[in-house]
RNA sequence: GCCGGGGUGGUGGAAUCGGUAGACACAGGGGACUUAAAAUCCCCCGGGAGUAACUCCCUUGCGGGUUCGAGUCCCGCCCCCGGCACCA
């Protein structure tokens, strides 16, 4: 009642005004004649949400929050800033929740996209929503699929077999995300492979390209670090071991059958195997297959066949659910065959184990048990032989094995090559092997191609038709979008393939090409592509003929600055760069990296503890925006920690912040009311103005954004010391400083201080002079021996004699300086003097 | 196991190039105003000792080292968080 008063606080009145004055003067958007004519364009882009049924998630609203903050930022700084934002809308979140609560994802998605449009609106971003996307939208999804049709005529798309997971019990095929430990999410059982034809994009023709270009854009180092430890490049070679038919040793010990083949061993078929040591090949005294390799049948003796093919079946059932035990002993089973060692001239027995996967090098390895710890403790279960061919510090030729030895050294038992640096071994052995056709450099990467198929209901359908006669053919862009049909039975089953299998009157169609009866592709795209290239459609949004307007494009991308989670510092941002990269080689852009510059955010943590629906402690925003205000939330949000690195959620500790702008608002109506100026300026304040902006002017670009807000509480509690009454010159910037954090409450008090229009049109960042924020007295630390015994107080620059004198005319300086000899002075001019003495 | 990021008061967190550790807040305590409460304002607030303004000692996960001086640099540990995980 009290709080009735004309000039008190209150952050509902002040939001729903600027919210609704924003709305109707069309403030943050963008028409198309103005996208194209910007003079300074400042793309601020923030990872879209996926609309799920919950609402905004705090997280979201930090991240978007702290991307704002840097949008009205760049705004005031006199950029044009370009500010969208849309919903990730299709994929398996959404759909695995219609499937829980049996509605259709075509009806739940646009409630929950209005739900969050809603709550996008109340917290205060300056989003353009003239050009906002929805991935599940067919305007939208009509591009994802001229995309894929793009790479797919530039032969980067490609059908091959491949593994799924599939959960036996639910009869459905599982994303990678729904296996948990190798079980299903929903039951618990073991989650089997399948294979079925999926389609692919050939990431891995880019791998190098993708690694190059870390070095050249401006993102966080943790996920530059990140995706290069995913693309995982490896050096080393690709070795050729000739393989020994068993007919060739019937009735003879190995060593006799050898004799035939001699140095001629050209004719022989080869197993191949990538290794980054070939210093160690005359350690390799075995070889191992991976289970699925194509080579075990044909390699397999008669006598083993059975053995292996029961192996083989065990590792395809149990393949997943093993490999997530770490502490697993190694398992695995002759195949009666045998390869020439090339280095040692010996035959070496090949095995197969599931310790050695088919996606990775050729699926093959040769096995060195004394220098890799893997091929060692199967070496042990197996009793084969671990000879020493690297010697280590203070190693020799006989110096026992009790494990591994996996580092680097001198050759040992390696014939010719004995007493080389392991460095100059390798190269020596691979020229040699060179020579022989048995070998040749090779880089490897840990990057697999990217698996696009999705056997679900709820994606873009990938635009192909199967013709019997011509194969695949691409849907022509005169036929896009390939729209998604309602389906009420949306549930994945048994099949292994997509509900859309189901719907005959959909996928029945005839061949583009010839004209015949055909059938569609059924499954849909993953979301990671729906995503993969969003940021292109935003501005392009007006047009509906053509995905990325090209005059637009030009002006607005590259992205200036992207902001989010580090959990998408792999697939996602991969992902979207590659895209990029493969729509530049095609003509359709003119720039390889979408993300000049890209910043992680940190995660919120409430009351010390992670926030999870079954603890029962998430933050719901909404009753926290209508009690303290969104300006509050927030201010609170940013400074509750650093932006990159998150922080934690003290409910009591938003008073802090609700506190600050209640009196923001008071000092600067009372400042309007009283309207009277100082003769002159206060230099202390002045003083402390200065530093403020000179302190937010260099931390708001580097979203260092929670000392930023200490700052601003530093002049607020300076202009108010001992109950001083501010003046509005003293206020006028702090006001505009306080902006991107509160745009609300600024653009009232811009107003009331009686500007016209938005404080974001009409109000420049304020620059800071440095004489005026500069100290004129300063205080230096006096040390005895590097303990602080006193501090003297006098003009800043002082030279050293004047504040030795000063020092010394201290009491309790000299008494620590009695009695014994100065033996030097270190002196830092408006820092510290300390005196050593002893 | 590997790769990142951390460990500072009761709490969240500050601290530039090695230079006064604990900015800014929250919580707590005391006081003013008030019939009262809320709100607001003022003061105190790492630990210990000497009972005065004050002075001294200890203190940034642990143990060493470099230095006039270390939260910060170096070496060796411990613990926590995130990611990847048999990648040859």
């Known amino acids: 009642m009290e709080q009735d008063r004309p000039d008190s606080y209150s952050p509902g009145a002040v939001e729903t005004k600027w919210q609704q004055i924003w709305e109707e003067d069309g403030t943050n958007r963008f028409s198309p004649g103005e996208l194209r ?381 004995d007493g080389m640096a392991w460095k100059d071994g390798a190269r020596a052995i691979v020229e040699w092997l060179e020579g022989r056709s048995l070998a040749e450099a090779k880089v490897n990467y840990r990057l697999h191609d990217w698996c696009i198929s999705r056997q679900r209901y709820w994606g873009p359908p990938i635009p192909i038709i199967y013709c019997d006669d011509c194969g695949p053919v691409g849907v022509p862009e005169k036929d896009l979008p390939v729209v998604l049909p309602r389906v009420e039975d949306f549930k994945p089953d048994d099949s292994g393939v997509s509900p859309l299998a189901r719907v005959e009157d959909w996928y029945k169609t005839t061949c583009p090409s010839c004209g015949t009866e055909a059938r569609r592709e059924t499954d849909v795209s993953d979301t990671f592509l729906d995503s993969s290239w969003y940021f292109l459609r935003y501005p392009s949004t007006d047009r509906e003929d053509i995905p990325m307007d090209p005059e637009i494009t030009k002006r607005w991308l590259p992205v200036d600055c992207y902001i989010g989670g580090e959990e998408h510092a792999v697939l996602h941002l991969l992902y979207a760069r590659f895209i990029t990269m493969a729509l530049k080689d095609m003509g359709h852009l003119d720039f390889e990296e979408p993300f000049v510059k890209f910043r992680k955010h940190g995660l919120i943590i409430r009351e010390g503890a992670k926030m999870s629906k079954s603890k029962g402690n998430v933050i719901v925003p909404d009753p926290i925006i209508e009690e303290f205000g969104a300006d509050t939330f927030r201010l609170y949000l940013m400074f509750l920690g650093p932006f990159a690195e998150g922080g934690d ?104 201080l009686g500007h016209e229009g938005s404080i974001f049109d009409g109000a420049n960042w304020p620059t800071f002079d440095a004489e005026k924020a500069a100290d004129d007295t300063i205080k230096i630390a006096v040390q005895v021996n590097g303990k602080l015994r006193g501090t003297v107080e006098t003009a800043a620059g002082s030279e050293q004699d004047a504040v030795v004198a000063l020092a010394k005319a201290q009491e309790n300086v000299t008494r620590h300086l009695a009695g014994s000899a100065i033996r030097r002075v270190i002196f830092v001019k408006d820092r510290l003097l300390n005196f050593v003495v002893g």
């Not at 959620?649 to 923001?664: A, N, S, T, V």
């Not at 260092?704 to 006028?732: D, P, W």
Request: net charge negative; hydrophobic share 40%.
């Open 37 to 417: 004519s910007a003079d300074a364009p400042f793309y601020n882009l923030m990872m879209f949400p996926y609309p799920s049924a919950e609402g905004l998630h705090v997280g979201n609203i930090y991240a978007f929050t702290g991307a704002d903050v840097h949008g009205r930022y760049q705004r005031l700084t006199g950029k044009q800033v370009f500010e969208p934002i849309g919903f990730d809308a299709f994929g398996i979140h959404s759909e695995n929740f219609a499937l829980k609560q049996g509605i259709n994802p075509m009806d739940l998605t646009p409630r929950n996209v209005a739900n969050f449009t809603r709550q996008l609106r109340r917290i205060g971003g300056m989003f353009d929503w003239d050009h906002t996307v929805n991935t599940s939208g067919p305007e939208y999804y009509k591009w994802t699929q001229w995309i894929f049709l793009q790479l797919f005529n530039a032969g980067l798309a490609e059908r091959k077999e491949a593994p799924v997971n599939w959960c036996p019990s639910c009869m459905t095929v599982l994303a990678n995300e729904q296996v948990i430990s190798g079980l299903c999410e929903r039951c618990d059982t073991p989650v089997e492979q399948r294979r079925i034809a999926q389609w692919f994009f050939r990431i891995t023709e880019y791998a190098q390209p993708l690694l190059d270009n870390l070095a050249v854009i401006d993102w966080s180092d943790t996920t530059i670090k990140a995706q290069e430890n995913w693309i995982g490049r490896s050096e080393g070679a690709t070795l050729h071991f000739p393989i020994l038919v068993h007919d060739d040793l019937a009735g003879s010990a190995p060593e006799t059958a050898l004799a035939g083949v001699g140095e001629d061993i050209g004719g022989a078929p080869l197993i191949s195997v990538f290794t980054t040591r070939p210093d160690t090949i005359f350690g390799a005294t075995y070889m191992v297959l991976a289970p699925e390799h194509p080579l075990v049948d044909e390699i397999s003796s008669p006598d083993q066949a059975e053995e292996v093919r029961a192996y083989q079946e065990q590792a395809s059932k149990l393949d997943l659910v093993a490999r997530q035990k770490d502490d697993k002993t190694k398992t695995g089973v002759f195949t009666g065959a045998y390869c020439l060692n090339p280095a040692t001239g010996k035959p070496i027995p090949v095995w197969i184990a599931d310790y050695v996967l088919i996606e990775y090098g050729t699926g093959a390895i040769m096995a060195v048990p004394g220098h890799d710890q893997r091929d060692f403790e199967f070496a042990r279960v197996f009793g084969l032989p671990i000879p020493r061919v690297v010697a280590g510090p203070g190693e020799n030729a006989d110096t026992p094995l009790e494990e591994a030895y996996v580092g680097h050294g001198t050759l040992v038992n390696s014939g010719d090559f």
């Open 649 to 752: 959620f003290r409910d009591e500790g938003i008073q802090g912040p609700f506190g600050f702008l209640h009196r923001l608002h008071g000092t600067v109506a009372s400042a309007i009311a009283s309207d009277t100026e100082r003769a002159a300026p206060d230099p202390a304040v002045e003083r402390k103005l200065h530093q403020t902006i000179k302190q937010l002017s260099e931390q708001l670009p580097n979203l260092q954004y929670n000392t930023a807000i200490a700052a601003l509480m530093e002049y607020l509690n300076a202009v108010r010391a001992g109950g001083r009454k501010a003046t509005r010159s003293e206020v006028e910037d702090l006001v505009v400083l306080v902006a991107p954090f509160a745009p609300h409450l600024a653009e009232e008090l811009w107003d009331r």
